[in-house]
């Protein structure tokens, strides 16, 4: 590191430095006697303007800046996983310093010994981000050390089977240009540069979340993403920490962005404990926390998502799938619209700098389905929340999102009030993955689940339409399959679409207990209205099946017993149609009488 | 320590000390005019001119005769247990004639921020003494949970009755910091005196900026108040209640200042930061690992319009754990506390209360209520339209379950403490009054310990269905 100028003014999180020797644009830099982790923002002659990471109070002019000479980036090391790091990924919960945050802290985790395996031999032509050997992260992930991404050639030397450390070269590439290359076990990489991979591939399957509301209506692919607006107390982040401990990924980076601390603490406290449902071992084997929460400075916040989903690609890049859960990024981009501002840049709406929409499409566009360079099959798949001021989805950050995500996922604060969670609007919320996931369901649970979610969502709209009717006239004034209808549409609401996420048996629902769950309402809705023009009057209906033990199988029946919610559908079907038989046998008699 | 003697410019709160390099980013000053003594703060630094922000009137300065001393560190307070029993201005020296009170530490006011890995995640419920919240919106040990209100609502009753009750008995562990934002006198008064007249006299401490004090030293009170409590709580061990009130005024100073700062204002003027301003008071609140006290929050804010997307009731929510919002209607309908169930939340509820903590049956009744509240709401907005006649037999029953609901849970007396069986048996009791079809977010097994109903729709029972009452869910 070397001494490339000093501080001129210091204004809050943002400084200029009057320069002595060159550095660039983005370039990661040291402020002052303290060490303050930094980021060059722009240039102009011998004077450069900086955002800092950390707490500014204390700064004086004249303090030295060192350049690194490389811009903002991550190490990408075993020991992420499991892990809780600040948004420029310094470790949190360690060491002896105390409860607080001390400015100028570093990382030390290159001391750890980790058991390498190698995967090449001396001799192996190898492409730019090949894995070269193995280390057991985790007991649920492996970590893969690679070829540099630039690093195409030859090996010339590998590590033979053993402890090595961060540092440790494990192979040299002589590439095809001719040079010696290093293969470190720990390498940088820059946040803001997405990682490099062979190919993008469609979407093909869903990313399985437990959560029946998304899963069944507004399903998210592998690969895909999502935006996830609502008001305050809408649920969102206990949504987004449902699908960090229920979605069927090999990786979840969970990046708390300008919310609250008692919520990373209780992540911390819950996923050590909390199972992982595909490997049966600590949810926190499989989790890498980025933590930036609101008390925290602002700059770091805004460089958060960018820490998170650098270290999502990569992992992505060993043949991993994983999902990463920001909440919020509405918080990053009011970081953005405070640096904007005090650069006193020219605002945009509200107050945000005009290039928000760019950026936002810029990280969703990290996102996918992909080859990687290893010619292995990775993904990213990429879920924000939004926390619109005022609930109002038609600010900026809600509008754009909601343009560079392909399912929509529209929390309502109507519903949350009446407490019914997730509260995912079934109006208004959408997937653009439909179409591609079907297939999958149909294989996975070979029903026609294309057909099967068309007649529930029918219902739910017959039951919009009603509802306003209601309102006008009151259900009484109804006929009888309006008032079928509104009695299982309120089965499908309460049965299906809520989802306890605190309770022990409903908080995930595997697949197959979705699509029964669903066929049962369906099928017995369609029952009812074949029994209804048989002349069966809907409250002989309701006597004959009890809707609310139907409505609580979700927190009574474990996935692996779904097959019992088939035998109660069975039941139930099997009950209207003796009160239709019953009545067409009493209309036939008395039919009879009269001719 | 520096002076400087002369400014070059002030432009309403900001004075710019030209050609002096020696301050640092966020260091206090004391600005000394003929007129008086004012806090400040370095706004921004650099080699050519500092730029302070004042806190405080600066009409009618003078730029040759305002000395200004840099101190040299940040504004800093001295605290400890002694601090407890006293009256402190907006900037934290005392008001009440007596002499500093000797301090355990001295700190900086805007606090560390506490690293989310070192928080223990808090689950210990208070019980206040008051049902809407008890049942409802259970308040924990280190939550943030702020009232809702808007003017001519009781919150200063409300917030009294929580501080008495959850720390006015015998409980020495508690003590209550208490931050007076712009409020009027007698206000700040009628507090003073309901803690005066407790358990609670010697274990409070004020800090009052009334409506009458400079509003920019309003900036400082809450970080003053807070460093007190963050002491008592983590450093001392004790279980410390904080009430701020009222937040709308601490806002609005933020504003101000803003707008004389020329910033770009957002939503309704406020500045863009309010969000991170107001997180880092709110944050300032919880439980660490390893040390067993804790920091609890109770804000008060008014709405200004009622409207609680205002940017301040909004902010605030995005922040807070939950939120107790006040109801206009039901104080008009005579009902103390008038707290509107379905817009109120505590977050940290559902991780505190259960088996051993309040109630096996709490988490289950407490959700079937909002449901049945919230159903509630529909039916009587029908019944406005429609008429009664209207309505269907079942809908008729929630007429029946939201009057026991509100008369018999919702109010009680501002006096009155209710041990947290009542208050989950009269909710179980207005529960009654409905159908078992329609309890659906209880488990066959809770309703038949505690459904006291099921004698066809429209039975009910005046509020004696009891814990444990017999089971009648056919
Ligand atoms: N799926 C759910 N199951 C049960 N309770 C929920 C669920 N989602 C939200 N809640 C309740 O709502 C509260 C607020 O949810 P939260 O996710 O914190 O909202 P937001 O992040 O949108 O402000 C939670 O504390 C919890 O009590
Ligand atoms: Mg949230």
New interface residues.
């Given amino acids: 590191m070397t001494r490339v100028g000093r501080l001129?003014?210091?204004?809050?999180p943002i400084a200029?430095v009057?320069l002595e020797a060159p550095v660039g644009v983005m370039e990661a830099v040291f402020v002052g006697d303290a060490h303050l982790a930094a980021e060059v923002i722009s240039l102009d002659g011998d004077r450069a303007t900086l955002q800092i990471y950390e707490?500014?109070?204390?700064?004086?002019?004249?303090e030295p800046v060192e350049g690194t000479g490389a811009p903002l980036s991550v190490t990408i090391a075993p020991g992420i996983v499991g892990a809780?790091v600040d948004g420029i990924q310094r470790p949190?919960?360690?060491g002896d310093a105390?409860?607080?945050?001390v400015p100028g802290a570093t990382s030390t985790d290159a001391e750890r010994a980790w058991p390498f395996t190698p995967t090449v031999a001396v001799g192996d032509a190898v492409d730019g981000g090949a894995v070269v050997g193995t280390v057991p992260e985790t007991p649920s992930v492996t970590f893969s050390v690679l070829v540099p991404p630039d690093a195409k050639g030859t090996v010339t030397s590998v590590a033979p089977a053993g402890d090595v450390r961060h540092d440790d070269v494990v192979a040299q590439v002589r590439t095809d240009a001719g040079d010696e290359r290093d293969v470190t076990v720990a390498q940088r990489w820059p946040v803001r540069t997405p990682r490099p991979f062979a190919a993008r591939l469609e979407a093909d399957r869903p990313m399985i979340t437990g959560q029946r509301v998304l899963d069944t209506f507004f399903p998210i692919a592998r690969g895909g993403s999502a935006s996830l607006p609502g008001?305050?107390?809408a649920g969102k982040t206990v949504l987004q920490h449902s699908l960090a401990k229920g979605s069927d990924a090999d990786v979840i980076v969970y990046v708390?962005c300008?919310e609250?601390?008692?919520e990373?603490?209780?992540v911390?406290?819950e996923f050590p404990e909390l199972e992982d449902p595909r490997t049966g071992r600590p949810l926190m084997d499989r989790t890498i926390l980025v933590?930036n929460?609101?008390?925290?400075?602002?700059a770091a916040r805004e460089a958060s998502i960018y820490t998170g989903v650098t270290l999502a690609e990569a992992y992505r890049d060993m043949g991993h799938h994983v999902a990463l859960m920001a909440d919020s990024t509405s918080?990053w981009a009011?970081a953005l619209?405070?640096i904007a501002?005090r650069l006193e840049e020219m605002?945009a709406e509200?107050?945000y700098p005009a290039y928000l929409p760019s950026r936002l499409a810029a990280f969703y566009e990290r996102a996918g389905r992909v080859t990687t360079l290893a010619g292995a099959e990775g993904s990213v798949t990429l879920i924000g929340a939004v926390?619109p001021?005022?609930?109002?989805f038609t600010e900026p950050v809600t509008q754009h999102t909601q343009r560079f995500t392909r399912a929509f996922w529209a929390l309502d604060r109507d519903l949350a009030?009446?407490?019914?969670y997730p509260a995912v609007r079934w109006q208004g919320s959408y997937s653009f993955y439909e179409d591609a996931v079907a297939p999958w369901w149909r294989e996975a649970t070979g029903v026609d689940w294309r057909d099967l979610r068309r007649r529930a969502g029918d219902l739910l709209e017959e039951d919009a339409r009603l509802e306003r009717m209601?309102?006008?006239?009151?259900?009484?004034?109804l006929p009888d399959r309006q008032r079928w209808a509104l009695l299982l549409a309120d089965l499908l609401k309460?049965g299906v679409l809520r989802q306890n996420a605190?309770h022990p048996i409903d908080a995930s629902c595997a697949p197959a207990k979705q699509v029964r769950l669903v066929r049962l309402v369906v099928e017995l809705y369609e029952a009812g209205l074949e029994a209804i023009r048989s002349g069966v009057a809907w409250l002989r209906l309701r006597e004959a099946v009890?809707?609310?033990?139907l409505?609580?199988l979700k927190?009574a029946v474990p996935d692996d017993e779904s097959e019992r919610i088939d035998d109660a559908r069975d039941d139930a079907v099997a009950a209207v149609a003796a009160v239709r038989r019953a009545a067409e046998a009493a209309r036939a008699e008395r039919e009879g009488v009269a001719t | 320590m520096i002076d400087v003697v002369g400014v070059d410019r002030i432009d309403g709160p900001l004075l710019v000390v030209e050609g002096f390099?020696?301050?640092?980013?966020?260091?206090v000053v004391e600005v000394t005019a003929p007129t008086g003594t004012h806090l400040g703060e370095v706004?921004?630094?650099?080699?050519?001119a500092a730029i302070i922000e004042v806190w405080g009137d600066t009409t009618g300065l003078r730029t040759e005769d305002v000395a200004v001393r840099f101190r040299g560190?940040?504004l800093r307070l001295g605290v400890g247990p002694a601090s407890l029993g006293r009256v402190f201005d907006g900037l934290g020296r005392p008001r009440d004639g007596l002499p500093a009170p000797p301090a355990a530490v001295t700190a900086?006011v805007?606090g560390?921020?506490?690293?989310?890995?070192?928080?223990?995640?808090?689950s210990d419920v208070i019980r206040t003494g008051v049902s809407a919240i008890d049942a409802m919106n259970t308040l924990v040990r280190?939550q943030k949970l702020p009232i809702f209100s808007a003017a001519g609502l009781p919150h200063d009753a409300l917030a009294t009755q929580i501080a008495l009750q959850a720390g006015g008995g015998e409980d020495e562990d508690v003590a209550v910091v208490f931050a007076a934002l712009g409020i009027a006198h007698d206000v700040a008064a009628g507090f003073r005196e309901r803690f005066e007249g407790s358990g609670l006299a010697g274990r409070t401490a004020l800090f009052l900026n009334l409506a009458d004090d400079p509003p920019m030293e309003r900036i400082v009170t809450p970080r003053a108040a807070l460093t007190l409590a963050e002491h008592l709580a983590?450093e001392a061990g004790r279980h410390v209640l904080v009430i701020l009130t009222d937040m709308t005024n601490y806002a609005e100073a933020l504003r101000e200042l803003s707008a004389r700062k020329n910033?770009?204002?957002?939503?309704k003027g406020y500045p863009?930061?309010l969000?991170?301003d107001l997180?880092?008071l709110y944050?300032?609140c919880?439980r660490?690992?390893g040390?067993p006290g804790s920091l609890t929050q109770i804000p008060i804010l008014t709405m200004p319009g009622d409207d609680v997307?205002?940017?301040i009731p909004?902010?605030t929510?995005?922040?807070t754990?939950?939120?107790i919002v006040l109801s206009r209607a039901l104080h008009r309908a005579g009902i103390y506390p008038p707290v509107d169930v379905?817009?109120s939340?505590s977050?940290?509820m559902?991780?505190g209360i259960g088996e051993g903590a309040t109630r096996a049956d709490h988490?289950e009744v407490a959700?079937q209520t909002?449901?049945a509240y919230?159903?509630l709401r529909?039916v009587r907005?029908?019944a406005t339209?429609?008429g009664e006649n209207?309505?269907?037999a079942t809908?008729r029953t929630y007429l029946a379950f939201g009057e026991a609901f509100e008369s018999g849970l919702l109010a009680q007396d501002p006096e009155e403490a209710r041990d947290l069986d009542t208050t989950l048996d009269l909710a179980w009791a207005a529960l009654s009054h409905l159908p078992?079809?329609?309890?659906?977010r209880v488990?066959?097994a809770t309703l038949a310990a505690h459904y006291g109903g099921g004698h066809g729709a429209g039975a009910g029972h005046g509020g004696g269905a009891g814990h444990g009452g017999a089971g009648d869910a056919t």
């Fill in positions: 001129r003014r210091i204004t809050g200029e009057a707490e500014t109070a204390g700064l004086r002019p004249g809780t949190l919960g360690v105390g409860p607080y945050l008001p305050f107390g708390g300008g609250r601390g008692n990373m603490a209780q911390l406290r933590a929460t609101s008390n925290m400075p602002v918080r009011e619209r405070e501002g605002p509200e107050g926390s001021p005022g609930g109002d009030s009446a407490r019914h209601v309102r006008l006239v009151g259900a009484e004034a309460e605190l009890d809707v609310a033990a409505g609580r927190e | 390099a020696g301050a640092a980013y966020g260091e706004l921004s630094t650099g080699t050519d560190e940040t900086d805007h560390a921020a506490l690293d989310p890995a070192a928080r223990a995640y808090p280190g983590f910033e770009v204002p957002g939503r863009g930061y969000y991170t997180a880092s944050e300032r919880g660490i690992r040390r997307t205002h940017p909004d902010l929510g995005y922040v754990e939950g939120q379905p817009a939340l977050r940290l559902k991780d988490a959700a909002f449901a919230a159903r529909d907005s029908l339209i429609l209207a309505l269907s809908d078992a079809s329609e309890l659906g488990s066959e």
